[in-house]
């Protein structure tokens, strides 16, 4: 798959390959689209939800108020788990130590939230 993708554009590459969407829904899919200020600030004074890698959702769809913090690697698990295996795959393709590195803690951050690793790498 990478030799194919050689001849696109990194833009290309991440939109084919992830199926990322030109336009985003309200609350960019990280908020329940029909949550309100207000309602958001009662609930946001729990540290959960002020984590880096939460997403808000709305714990059953019937009941207004009942929110939620659901980790990215939970609730994105199957295309970051297809992003992650796009990382291990370039690492073992690159003769760069550093790039390879990186993008083996990066491939390991993507399925653990666990960013940090991948940042110092």
């Known amino acids: 798959p990478l030799k194919e ?8 590459r991440w939109r084919v390959r992830l199926a990322i969407p030109n336009s985003l ?13 207000e309602e958001y600030a009662t609930w946001a004074t729990r540290k959960q939800v002020r984590a ?6 709305r714990r059953d769809a019937t ?3 009942d929110l939620k913090a659901v ?13 992650s295996d796009i990382c291990k795959e370039a690492s073992g393709v690159t003769k760069n130590a550093t ?7 990066l491939s390991e951050s993507l399925i653990t939230d ?3 690793d991948a940042d110092v790498a």
């Open 5 to 12: 993708m050689a001849q696109t554009s990194p833009n290309q």
């Open 25 to 37: 829904p309200t609350g960019a899919n990280l908020y329940p689209q029909d949550l309100t200020r």
């Open 52 to 57: 880096q890698y939460n997403v808000v959702r």
């Open 63 to 65: 009941r207004y108020a």
């Open 71 to 83: 980790t990215y690697h939970k609730e994105f698990k199957p295309w970051l788990i297809q992003a």
């Open 99 to 105: 790039l390879k590195k990186y993008l083996t803690a």
């Open 114 to 116: 666990q960013y940090l």
